[in-house]
């Protein structure tokens, strides 16, 4: 869809005016990918690895840099469920809804954990503690209903299961006293429901 | 004649064109494959899925998109199979599942290809029972465009056209599944110039004409094939008119012009044509100082036909003027003058940027011929404002074709974030950048020696001298150089104001050493920029371009019109408004010219002269000063031919007609009036008496029944125009011959020679001004035919002089804070803006805003379109507010 683009706008390897030391991290993923834009994923999971969430900024410098329509990073943000365009809990939790989780019932641990948590799926409750996701299909049909918490896969899931599991983690790092533990494991396939 | 090859559908065999898509060679055979995302004029893409067919894969028969297959010898296909009739039968089920059934309110009821397609191709029942999605519907994608998110059926078109023409890709597909919608990055909405054709590309209502939203239903307007007459490029287009109002405007198949594209303005400013401020009956101020008071048309033409006659009887014809404009049709212009030179007898007549450019009339050779260059030269132009259309074309060739641009514009245009180079420049140093590009060309051993043979050469080299290039200049002769199919564009900025003769002078040498004359273009501004030339509203050239000294032309329209025509140049614009202002000029006669609205000096012109007539659309500036008012219509309301940019000539239909208006037609107007000149009116009382003094038919000239007669009269009158009759132009119009044009003045413009530059005293910018001012045209201004569509506020230009940033740091001063700007003949105030593609040392201000800045700093039209301004901290006192 997308013709390349010569434009002759600003020099791609300016830095992030602000100074900002993450935007490091970015600047290394785009020159590894030597500025392709069919790199545009891979800069954005590290993107969202270093800044926790894709925030507008974050996209228009993305965009800015890999010389891409904004349109189009931001349909790619928002096409994949990895990404994440508000800022996260500290612990999160995402509920597999493909078919195969569906049928053996994960619409009801979404329920429960609504319920418990007073928050809607795609939220993050007040104190920032917990961000509840359900997704399309992490592709791991076999153990359905499948959970992610905190990038640790939990196959066979119930209601109450999951519910202790969320607990169980925000517990530990209240215990723990440390802050952030999100750092989720990107193996799954995000396409998996295709 | 393209190959043929034979493919198989439904068992029977078909020969069609080798490499077409499947779904148009169905068409050619009489198969109607529907789709939704597939369209002829964007690339395909296959997302709707509606054009499902099978296709025999070795063997097996799969489901494939007839959209995306381009034919080749062989293939087999069934479409009215059941796999693939199922197939469509599903797609559509799942496209209504979550579409809303809101037709009855819905813009596209009657002419939306979902409703037509379900019908034809649709279950026709649905086994959906829960609860459709929910999104936006009412969603503003711009401030001319609604989105209904629940609508839209995601077919990709409104992205791809506004990525593949346009090349601004601000929409885009976001989320996914059964969620996902059209939507913008947050805080960047639609602002392409031509965004309004999504709207007509939407095959579903999701896209909405937010001027016409719910003010028409496809089967209860008239249509009727007119062209746009807000630009030069004259767009075809369709009025749908109901109850006597103009309810909407879209876009018209010609290949030739716009292929079906038009530009926002034209899609969305019509208001205009059925705005309650339109003046409805004449108005006559009995004297001076007193209040214009409504009249009927009898007694205003007759006042105006003896005080015009009276006032060149006592005071001369040449104390009469008229100035006309450009946006006048053919017919009207032709009367104008005619009625001018021959009853009042003076060749005073002329229109704004008439006679004080340096046209070339021939204008462009051919619209389309923009997407076979390889370089284009935007020289003083910037189509993307100017002519929206054409700035797609050029778009187009650039993306597709690899084209370059060369951009010489005081502004850094948009264009310039394309491949080629940009020469920034100052008003009044074009003839330096062009010579300073000719000794860049000359350094070529090649050119050198082709140019050696052409007239002016030895005197043109001596005049150059052998100053440097510096590097932008090298890379633009490098890229003209490098050309093959090089083409250069320049408009009106270039060629008017005192510098016009040395600035065309300057770009003919460049353009001759470059070998590129030929393809060297005038871009016409207005909607009948060339036909007003072509009519001879201008003070030395009649109609058909003879000179007004060229006595065989002269006497040919002397025996057509049946008078004697005077035989001096008249006045042009400026010097009309002088002639006024120091009482020379007894009597004007203002049509679609508002020179009181151009600042102070037209108002105070104006005012002195003892009798204003002014024919007009709103009671403008100028109308509130004049004598008598005379009402016209709109083109919307009347028969016309306009003539583009490319000498196509082509007609305007009536589409509306207001019962409760007594406003006429220019060309009804001019007749009329004609009619009761005391002359005139003398004679046919002598030919009633069946007198015996020989009439010279001065009546019968007037004889006008319609628009179509006054063509058929210009058809006789301008030689390029013969055959052009109303039948003859047809739905398409015709262009003028350049041909039947050799030996007329207009080869004269193709001269071969070079000029010698001139010896310009470098004025160096005076402490005094500091700053060149940059005046210019956009798109949405604050014109009078602006001002009455509601949605002109949001999306015209700012209103505020633009100036570098890094000047206004100099000059400390920051956004939005007032500032007084002045020139040497007047001052305005204005707030800031920042804007980078404002080079450092100008400053900018388009034509046409609200109190007119940028006239008043010019002063009047043969300034040109630039001035030496200072700029300094001023506050917005109640006496001199703008706007």
């Known amino acids: 869809m997308v013709e390349s683009r010569t434009r002759s706008a600003a020099s791609p390897d300016l830095p992030h005016p602000s100074g900002d030391p993450r935007f490091a991290l970015i600047d290394r993923t785009l020159k590894r990918f030597r500025f392709q834009q069919d790199a545009l994923i891979e800069v954005l999971h590290t993107a969202q690895e270093a800044f926790g969430f894709l925030e507008e900024d974050l996209l228009i410098y993305v965009a800015r840099q890999l010389k891409l329509p904004l349109s189009w990073v931001y349909g790619v943000a928002t096409f994949y469920h990895f990404f994440s365009l508000q800022p996260q809990g500290e612990h999160n939790c995402i509920v597999c809804m493909g078919t195969a989780c569906y049928v053996k019932r994960a619409a009801e641990i979404v329920a429960a954990l609504q319920t418990a948590y007073g928050i809607e799926a795609g939220q993050t409750t007040p104190d920032g503690m917990l961000s509840i996701t359900a997704a399309r299909c992490l592709g791991s049909c076999g153990l359905a209903p499948v959970l992610i918490v905190d990038g640790q896969v939990l196959a066979r899931e119930t209601p109450e299961t999951a519910i202790a599991a969320v607990q169980l983690a925000i517990e530990a790092s209240a215990a723990a006293g440390n802050g952030r533990s999100s750092q989720l494991d990107d193996s799954y396939d995000e396409e998996g429901d295709l | ?883």
């Open chain 2, 1 to 883: 004649m393209p190959d043929l090859i034979t493919i198989t559908i439904d068992d029977v065999e078909y020969k069609v064109p080798n490499g077409m898509l499947l779904t148009d060679a169905a068409k050619l055979i009489n198969i109607d494959i529907p789709v939704f995302c597939s369209h002829p004029k964007l690339d395909p893409l296959g997302a709707c899925r509606m054009c499902l067919v099978e296709q025999d894969v070795r063997g097996r028969w799969m489901i494939v998109t007839a959209c995306t297959i381009r034919v080749a010898e062989g293939m087999k296909f069934r479409y009215a199979s059941p796999a693939a009739t199922q197939a469509r039968e599903d797609t559509l089920e799942f496209l209504l599942i979550n579409h809303p059934l809101d037709c009855p309110i819905c813009d596209k009821g009657g002419e939306c290809p979902l409703q037509d397609q379900t019908l034809k191709h649709g279950p026709g029942v649905s086994q959906f029972q829960e609860i459709k999605n929910h999104k936006a519907k009412r969603y503003p994608i711009s401030d001319l465009i609604m989105l209904d998110q629940e609508r839209c059926i995601i077919c990709w078109r409104c992205i791809r056209y506004l990525e593949e023409w346009e090349d601004k890709p601000q929409l885009g597909l976001f989320h996914r599944g059964d969620r996902s919608v059209i939507d913008f990055f947050p805080g960047q909405p639609v602002d392409a110039k031509t965004s309004g054709n999504i709207i007509e590309l939407c095959p579903v209502g999701a896209l909405t004409n937010r001027v016409s939203r719910f003010r028409y239903r496809p089967w209860d307007t008239k249509n009727i094939d007119s062209i746009c007459v807000h630009c030069s490029q004259g767009c075809n287009v369709r009025l749908d008119g109901r109850i006597h109002q103009l309810r909407r405007v879209v876009a018209r198949e010609n290949m030739a012009v716009n292929d079906e594209w038009i530009c926002d303005k034209g899609r969305f400013i019509h208001a205009f044509a059925d705005a309650p401020e339109r003046l409805t009956t004449p108005l006559i101020r009995d004297h001076k100082g007193g209040e214009l008071r409504e009249a009927g048309w009898e007694e205003a033409l007759a006042l105006v036909a003896q005080r015009l006659a009276f006032t060149a009887d006592v005071q001369g014809p040449a104390a009469v003027g008229a100035l006309g404009s450009a946006k006048l049709s053919n017919e009207a212009a032709y009367l104008l003058q005619k009625l001018m030179r021959g009853l009042v007898g003076s060749n005073n007549v002329d229109h704004r940027g008439g006679a004080a450019v340096l046209a070339d009339p021939r204008g462009l050779s051919a619209i389309r011929d923009v997407e076979q260059a390889d370089l284009i030269v935007l020289a003083g132009v910037d189509p993307a404002e100017e002519q929206p259309v054409l700035a797609t074309f050029i778009r187009r060739a650039v993306r597709r074709r690899g084209a370059k641009l060369l951009i010489l514009h005081p502004r850094q245009i948009e264009d310039t974030r394309y491949p080629g180079a940009y020469l920034p420049y100052k008003p009044g140093q074009e003839a330096a950048l062009f010579e300073g590009l000719s000794r860049g060309l000359l350094q070529e051993a090649r050119v050198k020696e082709r140019a050696a043979r052409l007239a002016g050469f030895a005197d043109l080299v001596d005049g150059l001298g052998n100053a440097a290039v510096d590097a932008a200049g090298a890379e633009a002769v490098r890229l003209m150089l490098s050309a093959q199919r090089p083409m250069i564009l320049y408009g009106p900025a270039l060629v008017s104001g005192r510098a016009a003769a040395a600035n065309r002078a300057s770009l003919m040498n460049f353009a001759l050493l470059a070998g590129c004359v030929e393809r060297t273009f005038y871009l016409a501004p207005e909607a009948n920029s060339v036909g007003a030339r072509d009519m001879g509203l201008l003070p030395a050239s009649l109609p058909g371009h003879a000179a007004i000294g060229d006595a065989p032309g002269r006497e040919r329209l002397e025996r057509l019109w049946g008078v004697k025509l005077p035989t001096q140049p008249g006045l042009g614009y400026d010097e009309m408004l002088e002639a006024a202002a120091a009482g020379r000029l007894r009597a004007l006669y203002l049509v679609g010219s508002d020179p009181a609205s151009q600042g102070p000096a037209g108002q105070a012109a104006l005012q002195k002269v003892d009798f204003l007539v002014v024919q007009e659309l709103f009671l403008t500036e100028s109308a509130k000063l004049a004598d008598v008012v005379l009402p016209a219509v709109s083109w919307a309301e009347t028969d016309g031919t306009f003539t583009n940019l490319e000498r196509r000539v082509q007609r305007a239909a009536q589409a509306i007609a207001n019962p409760h208006s007594q406003a006429a037609p220019d060309w009804l107007i001019f007749t009329e009036m004609a009619k009761l000149w005391p002359a005139v009116a003398g004679e046919a009382k002598a030919e009633g008496k069946k007198s015996k003094r020989k009439s010279s038919g001065a009546a019968r000239q007037w004889g006008y029944g319609s628009a179509a007669e006054v063509l058929d009269e210009i058809t006789r009158a301008a030689p390029m125009y013969d055959k052009l009759s109303w039948d003859a132009l047809g739905d398409e119009g015709t262009q003028w011959p350049l041909a039947d044009a050799a030996g007329s003045p207009l080869s004269a413009v193709a001269s071969r020679r070079l000029t010698p530059p001139e010896r310009r005293s470098v004025a160096p910018g005076r402490d005094e001004y500091p700053y060149a001012l940059v005046a210019g045209q956009v798109l949405f201004d604050y014109g009078t035919l602006m001002r009455q569509t509601e949605v002109t506020e949001r999306v015209a230009a700012p209103v505020a002089v633009s100036i570098n940033p890094a000047d206004a740091a100099r000059e400390k001063l920051a956004a939005g804070q007032p500032v007084s700007i002045s020139s040497a003949v007047g001052q305005v105030v204005l707030p800031v803006r920042l804007d980078e593609t404002v080079q450092p040392g100008t400053l900018w201000i388009p034509y046409s805003l609200p109190g007119a800045p940028a006239e008043t700093l010019l002063g009047s039209v043969s300034a040109g379109s630039g001035a030496r301004v200072r700029i300094a901290p001023g506050a917005l006192s109640s006496s001199e507010k703008v706007g």
